[in-house]
């Protein structure tokens, strides 16, 4: 749970909870405790995710499941009492506080249905939150990249400005708008850079394997869709009003690099194997 850790037996130092089902979680920004549940799968109630689940029960009470309404008063209820205690230095880490915590993690189990409709809503508006923000970027670095363009003379110097590089969670992204194409550059140099064309080679490298588990049927069928991904990434239609799309290559790579984690001892024997036939050519 990212920017939260939960606290050890030895290290709680808050009592009258149920050490089963609960565990005090200490913020490692603010250094503030909250409750939370046992089972780290399950959100984490913290101020700023219950405001916006306050806000959403309120602006969407028409999408209400009739049976759960009730429940959800009281958490309203609940939700303001936590918030009053919260401001007050007072009660703030007190048994009654702490109470209040249990209290609203009882009620969003008797309003399921409302509740996965509000997780569903925050990971959209967590997307389109991200997406918003690689848009910006790239209009930006546009922006740039039109005003440079502007004063260069020869093509090498247009090419040269026309390498666009983005700063990503654990790697470059480099598009090259000129060229119609991208890779990253891991941080970490021992990892290889990943082109387009890598991907295709990948595809061909795993479609020779036969006796597959489960997951590597999975891992194939992640590399054919990649390589579908990329033939839309510049599409071959005559309108010359289609221009080249970076935002398209920015979020193939976000795709790609989120989802290859889960494939990736599949990935380095690929890599193993490119390795040595490079070896052997050299040789």
């Not at 398209?248 to 989802?259: A, G, K, P, T």
Request: glycine share 2%; net charge positive; with cysteine.
């Amino acid at each position: 749970m990212g920017g939260y850790e939960k606290l050890s037996v030895n290290e709680n130092i808050f009592d009258g909870f149920d050490e089963d089902e609960f565990a005090i979680y200490r913020c490692l920004l603010t250094n503030e405790f909250i409750l939370g549940c046992i089972d780290e799968r399950r959100p984490l109630l913290i101020f700023k995710l219950q405001k916006r689940l306050h806000d959403y029960l309120t602006k969407n009470s028409k999408k209400i499941v009739e049976k759960e309404i009730l429940f959800i008063e009281d958490y309203s209820s609940t939700y303001k009492l936590l918030k009053k205690t919260h401001k007050d230095s007072q009660f703030k880490n007190s048994d009654e506080y702490f109470g209040l915590w249990v209290d609203l993690y009882v009620l969003i189990d008797r309003f399921p249905i409302t509740f996965k409709r509000f997780l569903n809503y925050e990971r959209v508006c967590v997307h389109n939150s991200k997406v918003n923000a690689v848009k910006q970027n790239t209009n930006l670095e546009s922006a740039l990249l039109k005003s440079n363009v502007e004063v260069n003379i020869t093509k090498d110097e247009v090419i040269e400005v026309g390498e666009l590089r983005f700063k990503m969670r654990n790697y470059y992204l480099i598009v090259e708008p000129l060229m119609k194409t991208s890779k990253i550059e891991y941080f970490d140099s021992r990892r290889a850079d990943v082109c387009l064309n890598t991907i295709y080679d990948l595809k061909a490298y795993e479609l020779k394997m036969r006796g597959e588990s489960d997951l590597r049927h999975r891992f194939k069928h992640f590399i054919i869709e990649c390589t579908f991904m990329i033939k839309n990434l510049n599409p071959k239609n005559l309108n010359p009003k289609n221009k080249f799309d970076k935002d398209s290559h920015i979020l193939f790579w976000e795709y790609f690099s989120c989802n290859i984690i889960k494939y990736s001892i599949f990935y380095r024997r690929y890599l193993d194997v490119k390795r040595k036939q490079n070896n052997e050519s050299k040789n």
